[in-house]
């Protein structure tokens, strides 16, 4: 993996990324609202927070009120792995981090939707265990990443329609069952992590061939479908949503819900990084449109 990758300092953002097209919410803006939602949170305080009058939350699919479901009302601390992936187009704030519940780790997957200065969604997914996603290593995810905080050079940058068609190659790769068949395009010491866990790329042990992603066997997962959820186009992350569909879970009856990142630069995925969990076959996110993938 290149050197740089591991580089953690942010460069500072062009005027391009620095503000939306009204002037609304930048990226510090954003980055400030996850702050702020897991601050309240973690001190069971929903009243901190500066929301929409017709506000919408869901846990886990499930739509609740604000500070009433169980992530809410058990929330105890938050750890430091955190990893932002901000949308200033859309106005959206997404985060893949590690909270503590009850003094254990879980991991939240966050994506709030802000409108007007105020907090107008908020959609999130807990994974407690081991059972609950299949794979669980919170212990294993201290920071985030260099290489998903690595800002590419403007000559390596895709747009965002660039970036988001390469992406979704991934899952047209699961659903023809083939990474190859479909010429996803993964850098030669592409990666990926799930739930902690290295699954694909350089130094991966799980299963013979894991070592090269575009490679190595998946299943052929013929019902996924997925949705864009975010695009950061500074950091050139595009944050999928997908429902595997049947054949993709370990537990009879359920499906893999997976928020997985893709960092994208130079024409090709340098990274894949993964929060999931197990749900049954057919659950609604909730959020899905008409048109979802």
């Known amino acids: 993996m290149r050197r740089r990758f591991y580089c953690i300092a942010l460069l500072l953002s062009s005027a391009l990324f620095a503000k939306g097209a009204d002037g609304a919410c930048d990226r510090e803006c954003l980055r400030g609202f996850v702050t702020e939602y897991l601050n309240a949170l973690a001190v069971h305080k929903p009243a901190d927070l500066s929301v929409t009058g017709n506000l919408r939350f869901t846990e886990d699919t499930v739509e609740q009120k604000l500070g009433e479901s169980q992530l809410w009302r058990n ?21 893949q981090t590690i909270v503590e519940e009850s003094g254990k780790p879980v991991m939240l997957m966050l994506r709030l939707k802000i409108s007007g200065g105020k907090i107008a969604e908020v959609e999130t997914q807990v994974t ?6 299949s794979l669980f290593k919170p212990e294993a995810l201290k920071a985030a990443n ?15 329609e660039e970036a988001t068609k390469i992406a979704e190659l991934y899952p047209a790769g699961l659903k023809a069952g083939s990474f ?18 290295l699954m694909a790329g350089p130094g991966c042990t799980f299963m013979a061939g894991c070592e090269n992603i575009q490679g190595q066997k998946i299943p052929t997962l013929s019902q996924i479908q997925y ?14 949503r997908m429902d595997f569909g049947a054949g993709s879970s370990r537990v009879a009856g359920d499906s893999l819900e997976v928020w997985e990142a893709f960092k994208v630069f130079g024409g090709q995925i340098h990274a894949v990084e993964a929060f999931m969990k197990n749900m049954p076959l057919g659950t609604p996110s909730g959020w899905d449109s008409p048109g979802a993938r």
């Open 128 to 133: 407690r265990n081991k059972a609950e996603g």
């Open 180 to 197: 190859v068949t479909v010429n996803t395009p993964f850098a030669p010491d592409a990666y990926r992590f799930e739930n902690g866990s």
């Open 227 to 240: 949705r864009v959820a975010a695009v950061d186009e500074y950091l050139g992350i595009v944050l999928l």
């Open 75 to 95: 929330a105890s601390a938050l750890r430091p792995y955190r990893l932002d992936i901000l949308d200033v187009r859309a106005g959206v704030a997404a985060s």
């Open 146 to 160: 260099g290489a998903m905080l690595w800002v590419p050079p403007d000559a390596e940058r895709n747009s965002r």
